[in-house]
């Protein structure tokens, strides 16, 4: 039930994750600031790519990589704190990484005016490897969390039943999604600008993920409620 107790969560989970965007946008920019200043000033190998965190020395690479997941640990367990049921934990942490996301690159443009568009290739993600694609993509993926996460968090009593095959067309959907984030890997780590980003491969899984959502919620729908009375 949406009621003032609930809006008053869903919006505590917004103001959480505009919070920890900001702090996050600040420590890329300190990062950028101390490690790869002089390199973007006279054109190191970097040309128009300014998130180069795996140009940090290997000690800190270790520690960036420590520091995003406990960005997750972070957000599920505020996620899980803001719920009391499964499905309403997992909407809380959908927002909260969809809006923190949009909010770490709204600060950076704002502070840093960075990104230059939304083609502007970014190092998204260093576990296992580094994420590499245009901001676009991680912008469309946060927008479609929030938007599923608002259904989840504001209907958590819905009868949602997921069958093995939802399950594996999820687990598909991300994989095909983390495999185009991780396809010029390589070029990051070889200090390159990516040549390419397979738009057909994210896309796909995407739509997948994203039908798969769908269709589940329209289950729910359609299934009659059972009202319980006590008597």
């Given at each position: ?5 609930r809006r008053l969560a869903y919006t505590s989970l917004w103001v959480l994750a505009l919070a920890f965007g900001w702090i996050e946008a600040s420590i890329v920019v300190y ?201």
């Open positions: 039930m949406w009621n003032v107790e990062l950028r600031e101390l490690y790869t200043r002089e390199m973007l000033v006279h054109g190191g190998a970097f040309p128009g790519f300014q998130v180069t965190l795996v140009t940090l020395p290997n000690n800190l690479v270790a520690l960036e990589m420590a520091r995003e997941a406990c960005t997750i640990v972070l957000l599920g367990a505020a996620g899980w704190l803001a719920g009391r049921g499964t499905v309403d934990r997992a909407g809380a942490f959908l927002i909260l990484f969809g809006v923190w996301d949009l909010a770490y690159y709204g600060v950076l443009k704002l502070i840093a005016s960075w990104p230059e568009s939304l083609s502007t290739w970014d190092i998204l993600f260093l576990i296992p490897a580094p994420w590499v694609a245009p901001v676009w993509t991680p912008m469309l993926v946060a927008t479609l969390f929030i938007a599923a996460g608002t259904i989840l968090f504001s209907t958590p009593e819905r009868d949602r039943r997921y069958r093995w095959t939802d399950i594996a067309a999820l687990a598909v959907s991300a994989l095909l999604i983390i495999g185009a984030f991780l396809v010029e890997s390589s070029a990051a780590i070889d200090h390159r600008v990516p040549e390419r980003f397979p738009v057909w491969l994210f896309l796909a899984g995407v739509a997948l993920g994203s039908g798969c959502f769908l269709r589940v919620e329209g289950r729910g729908l359609r299934r009659p409620s059972v009202v319980h009375q006590s008597g």
